[in-house]
């Protein structure tokens, strides 16, 4: 089996550069195979995901085009998938790249387990983490449910370094047969959204690297103030390329290192942020719960709204009338994304003004994303309503009327979003017209809604059901 061709798995892993299973692949010289497979575990994503991942798939798909290779597509099973293929090319392994969030770990572990039963090599290896969440622990061998201590354990731990591209990678003398990605319709759940949301989407490993670049070369001086500032342009916005395996997170962490090591003043800040990414991984692994209930089970007797009322409706339409939300939430729907001062204003408003469950707002969130992630999304919902890890105190309501004079004191971002009652509209507002469902009933020309709750009345209602909970 020395020359038979390595299957190579790819899922959240788009990229050649610093791809550990890749560069193990290529030093055997046999064969490989690079195959995505559209399993029950893709289809499950949300509209948007689906979407920026088949931007992600077409992408790679060509760039491996210019090294002489395919990207293999099938859809299935994907045990089933994986099987057939090998008994179409006579592969003897199959290499990928780990996932670690639960539902996937439990697929890998199910197919890796038969596979070696059917007698092929399996080999899986790092590469959507920095730190492998079973190889960090407390003193006390236990794991982390505070961030800060687990951030000044791995914060001075070696790293190896990135891995280059290849420069070739050796190929079958016979491919197997490749589904089009056209018929797999990743676009379809965005229906008349889709081409809005596409022009928000900076898709491919160039593109992360320029964005990386870009934000060490003009941006990390300032991002300890400017990320917390939602009217400007202050952040990475890597997550998005994270999330795709676009960029591995080692590049983005021995990039933030030499900055740090070149004074440039933000750079701890955006390595803790890699490591609060890490974090949430971390919980995932040790406490799976995270995900689908309450860490916190004290928390589970809380009479949270568990309803689709037309609070929650407004809530996610962006007409609440509480400029600051329903800029968040318009953001959010037309590019996929939304800034992180908003993520935590738009998740309190909903747990403790509307005392909403927080599983709503992250259901909601897991179909709008472009930058989903299974473990970071749970950890921040459940951050913004107190029940999980490192949680915010129940007595911190934010009010969004003072966050909004505060963090956009001109308006700019509000402007930006919302465009009823104001004479000439920003093109972004009215695109957010452009994208929703017909039939909500929305038109730019609507009158602006009043409040759907008082701010302050919200506050004492949800301090009181937090005191007595």
Known sequence: MTNSPIILWFRRDLRLTDHEALSAAVRTGRPIIPVFIRDPLLDELGA??????????????????????????????????????????????????????????????QIKAALKDNGVEVQSFTGQLLFEPWTVETKTGGFYKVFTPMWKTVRDRALPMTLPAPGTMPTPADWPRSENLNDWKMAAPMQRGAEILTQYCVVGELAARDRLDEFLEDKIDSYVKNRDIPGVDGTSGLSENLTYGEISPRQCWHAGWQALHN????????????????????????????????????????????????KVEAWKQGRTGVPFVDAAMRELYVTGVMHNRGRMIVASYLTKHLLTDWKIGLNWFADCLIDWDPCSNAMGWQWAAGSG?????????????????????????????????????????????????????????????APIVDIKDGRERALHAYKTR
């Open 263 to 310: 004074g440039k003043s933000g750079a701890e800040t955006f390595l803790r942020e890699l490591v609060w990414r890490e974090f949430a991984y971390h919980l995932a692994h040790h406490t799976p719960h995270l995900l689908t209930g309450n860490w916190k089970s004290e928390w589970d007797s809380f009479p949270w709204n568990k309803e689709e009322n037309h």
């Open 48 to 109: 948007a995901a689906k979407l920026r991942m088949g931007l992600g798939i077409e992408h790679f798909g060509a760039e491996l085009a210019k090294q002489g290779s395919k990207l293999i597509l099938r859809s299935g099973d994907a045990l089933t998938v994986l099987r057939k293929l090998i008994g179409e090319t006579g592969a003897g392994a199959v290499y990928w790249s780990r996932l670690y969030d639960p539902a996937n770990k439990t697929r890998d572990i």
């Open 389 to 449: 890890p490192d949680a915010a105190p129940y007595f911190r309501v934010f009010n969004p009327v003072s966050q909004l004079d505060k963090f956009d004191p001109k308006r700019s971002y509000a402007d930006r979003w919302i465009a009823e009652g104001k004479k000439q509209p920003t093109e972004t507002a009215r695109s957010y017209f452009d994208m929703v469902p017909k039939h909500w009933g929305l038109s730019v020309s609507d009158d602006y809604p």
